[in-house]
């Protein structure tokens, strides 16, 4: 059974830092792109950040420049590093997973979903 297990989330001050991780289990983790989504209260789910499997990445223009995904392939864990957080990034974010190679932005193309860790950045 496909598990995706996020963690790290939790209340920071803007301009704080947080690091996200995402386990994964029961798939060939190498061969799936991997992305992040987020989700606020009354927004819709948007697209943060993804990363192909020759680590090519994309990013949101809202997050370009302050967040940062990565993988290690060896330990079955994406990250999102998350600096000079702003209150408007405060959101539930969720990791993902899809078979590819290229990063896309549509949620719907994604097969696989953690559950989902909560940012919330104070002002």
């Known amino acids: 059974q496909v598990q995706l297990v996020e963690s790290g989330g939790g209340l920071v001050q803007a301009g704080g830092s947080l690091r996200l991780s995402c386990a994964a289990s029961a798939f060939t983790f190498g061969s799936y792109v991997l992305g992040w989504f987020r989700q606020a209260p009354g927004k819709e789910r948007e697209f943060v950040a993804g990363?192909?499997?020759?680590?090519?990445?994309d990013y949101a223009d809202s997050v370009k420049g302050r967040f940062t995904i990565s993988r290690d392939n060896a330990k079955n864990t994406v990250y999102l590093q998350m600096n000079s957080l702003k209150p408007e990034d405060t959101a539930v974010y969720s990791c993902?997973?899809?078979?590819?190679?290229?990063?896309?932005?549509?949620?719907?193309?994604?097969?696989?979903w953690g559950q989902g860790t909560q940012v919330t950045v104070s002002s």
């Open positions: 993902a997973a899809r078979r590819g190679f290229r990063v896309v932005i549509g949620s719907h193309q994604y097969e696989y």
């Open positions: 990363i192909g499997l020759t680590d090519n990445t």
